[in-house]
């Protein structure tokens, strides 16, 4: 059974995620423990105990969600399973760095310097209130691309997220994402809407965070990942430490191409996905993208115990 552990990716946070694992797994704890060293505070107590609104900060919420879904992967190394397990990985956006550091190839300590860079340069890359996202159900990746060219008029409109056949996210200037909404529906979308975000991710004006990015990455040492990364923005298996650096300075403005990334996992042989952190949203991309992939989900401790069963049992 071909297999991948996928990572989530910014909007899977919530208050307490994690605590679970670090809980019944000294192993966890650590995870939880390296990043409040190597950032300097305590994450960890703005995860469990914090508020939402705080989380919920860019800059906050990537290397959050990267330390949960470490801690999962570390509780699975507990029960016995290892990256060697998958065939592949994968993280959407923000999950591909998580990604890296569970198949080795980043330190924990280096991705939460990263991804709080990461997160304060993606929000300081556009003002507050210049920029926008927005969902796209109903259409498919061509049909938006036109109708972000369209709203576009002079400003930038790009489809950011191919996230599944149905949803397409696009991102830029305020007035044109707005002005995508409108149009979406004329036709043929079924829905549309403004997402609750910060600035407007993987699209042109994230450029001054692709250059901070690109500054911060030749700065840490990367290894090989122990197994292959499917790109965001390539949508296909890289291994080159050099290409991976340059893929991710890439994805800062490039779109995150899921539904493709899906699929290549799909025609190489991947059976199962493994959704390894907060959140289901991946698992559920993953099912309207290939319905023959069964998913599964591992964010708690009793998800981690299963999870070791059934590899065993396999």
């Avoid at 690109?214 to 080159?240: F, G, H, K, Q, Y």
């Avoid at 991976?244 to 199962?272: H, K, P």
Wanted: charged share 20%.
């Amino acid at each position: 059974m071909g297999r991948a552990f996928i990572f989530p990716g910014q909007g899977a946070q919530t208050i307490g995620m994690g605590r679970a694992l670090a809980e019944a797994y000294p192993a966890a704890r650590d995870v939880f423990d390296e990043v409040d060293d190597a950032l300097g505070e305590a994450l960890s107590a703005t995860i469990w105990e914090g508020n939402i609104e705080t989380l919920t900060l860019t800059q906050n919420a990537q290397p959050a969600l990267m330390a949960t879904s470490l801690a999962a992967m570390r509780a699975l190394e507990a029960e016995g399973v290892d990256i060697a397990a998958a065939q592949y990985v994968a993280g959407h956006s923000l999950g591909e760095y998580s990604a890296l550091a569970a198949a080795g190839a980043l330190s924990v300590s280096d991705t939460a310097r990263l991804l709080r860079i990461r997160g304060r340069a993606m929000q300081e890359a556009v003002p507050v209130g210049v920029g926008a996202m927005a969902a796209i159900l109903g259409l498919d990746l061509e049909a938006v691309r036109a109708l972000a060219a369209d709203a576009a008029e002079g400003e930038i409109c790009e489809a950011a997220n191919d996230n599944d056949p149905g949803q397409v996210v696009v991102s830029g200037h305020k007035a044109a994402v707005e002005r995508a909404v409108e149009m979406a529906k004329p036709r043929g979308a079924k829905r549309a809407m403004l997402l609750p975000v910060s600035a407007p991710f993987h699209c042109a004006l994230m450029a001054p965070a692709a250059d901070v990015m690109r500054a911060a990455l030749d700065e840490v040492s990367m290894d090989a990942p122990a197994v292959p990364l499917i790109a965001n923005v390539r949508a296909e298996a890289v291994t080159d430490p050099e290409e991976i650096r340059a893929l991710l300075v890439s994805q800062v403005t490039g779109a995150v191409r899921w539904r493709e990334s899906v699929g290549y996992m799909a025609a190489q042989g991947v059976t199962e996905t493994w959704e390894i952190g907060a959140g289901k949203a991946l698992s559920g991309m993953v099912r309207r993208i290939e319905k023959d992939i069964a998913v599964r989900n591992i964010g708690t401790p009793e998800e981690v115990v299963a999870a070791a069963a059934a590899l065993q049992d396999s």
